[in-house]
């Protein structure tokens, strides 16, 4: 790989996996999980629409497209993207970064139970249960002090969401003609989405930090990091520019503990480690399914500050 390669996927594991940092910084300084959803998603509409004009790229003009779009901008970022802010009003950023990664977890088991991923690997079906174990063991239930509740529930539906949209991608949105184009107009109408909260979104009371915050999450968690990781999957392959993933609960962990003095237990970085090997290990190579969506990753990925199956891993 070459250095600049490297730059650019340690500069998207940051940007990335400090989105979850920017999430409960902009929750903490006065913003609703409705205002850190309208804001970001059109911070991130204007930064990948002037990064596509740039490229000399347009926007889609297939009404079939666009109809396609709706319902995978309401999957991919209006409703995770809302989940996400809701689970950190309560839970900590890095647990919300190592839920973050049971989305290929999810994917799989969606393409188990559509029928899409026949004749299961026997490793990733071990990997599969080992990543829902070690979601399990971070929750531990079995404690009063478990960190079950609405707000995890919450994270674990924003992942699966993620999940339900890369299925839906993958099958009707695989045109890689523009990218950059049609993740802008993805994040458009996930930016129509969010707009119908606004009656229930409240009065804005943010002071700087929290509006720096979700300006930092819109332009590079959303925008920016499309760029890099196009640059990355362009460069070195979609298979390298993948392994990015693999260090988002790593980064979301680790800034949470340094700057907002999370704690993080000996069982939680055991269920992160049990989860990451789990997603790992359904990673056989030839599976079924992984040519495809590849495919649709970087798009994905992109507005989702996130996202695709390929991209074990994704940011909230």
Not at 25 to 33: E, Y
Request: glycine share 10%.
């Amino acid at each position: 790989m070459s250095p600049a390669s490297t730059l650019r996927m340690a500069a998207l594991a940051l940007l990335w996996g400090s989105g979850f940092l920017w999430i409960k910084l902009a929750l903490n300084h006065g913003l609703s999980p409705a205002q850190i959803t309208i804001v970001r998603c059109a911070l991130g509409t204007v930064t990948l629409w002037v990064l596509a004009r740039s490229a000399g790229q347009r926007l889609p003009r297939s009404r079939a497209t666009w109809g396609h779009l709706v319902i995978a901008a309401l999957f991919c970022n209006a409703i995770p993207f809302a989940l996400f802010a809701v689970g950190e009003q309560h839970l900590d950023s890095g647990i919300a970064g190592v839920l973050n990664a049971t989305t290929p977890l999810w994917s799989l088991l969606i393409g188990v139970l559509l029928g899409t991923d026949r004749g299961l690997h026997p490793l990733r079906l071990t990997g599969l249960l080992l990543g829902f174990a070690g979601t399990v063991l971070i929750f531990a239930p079995w404690h009063r002090s478990g960190l079950l509740s609405w707000s995890a529930l919450a994270l674990l539906g924003a992942a699966a969401s993620y999940a339900v949209a890369f299925a839906y991608m993958a099958r009707k949105l695989t045109d890689k003609r523009a990218p950059m184009a049609m993740s802008a107009a993805q994040l458009l109408m996930a930016t129509g989405w969010t707009t119908l909260s606004v009656p229930v979104a409240g009065p804005v009371e943010a002071d700087l930090v929290g509006l720096a915050a979700v300006t930092a999450l819109g332009v590079l968690g959303t925008g920016v990091t499309f760029y890099l990781n196009y640059r990355l999957i362009a460069d070195e392959g979609p298979t390298t520019a993948a392994t990015v993933g693999y260090l988002l609960p790593v980064v979301s962990v680790a800034l949470g503990a340094v700057l907002l003095n999370e704690q993080v237990g000996v069982r939680v970085l055991t269920g992160m480690a049990v989860v990451l090997m789990g997603v790992a290990m359904t990673r056989v190579p030839g599976a079924r399914g992984c040519a495809r969506f590849a495919a649709t990753a970087a798009r994905a990925r992109a507005t989702t500050t996130h996202p695709h199956p390929t991209k074990k891993a994704y940011a909230p």
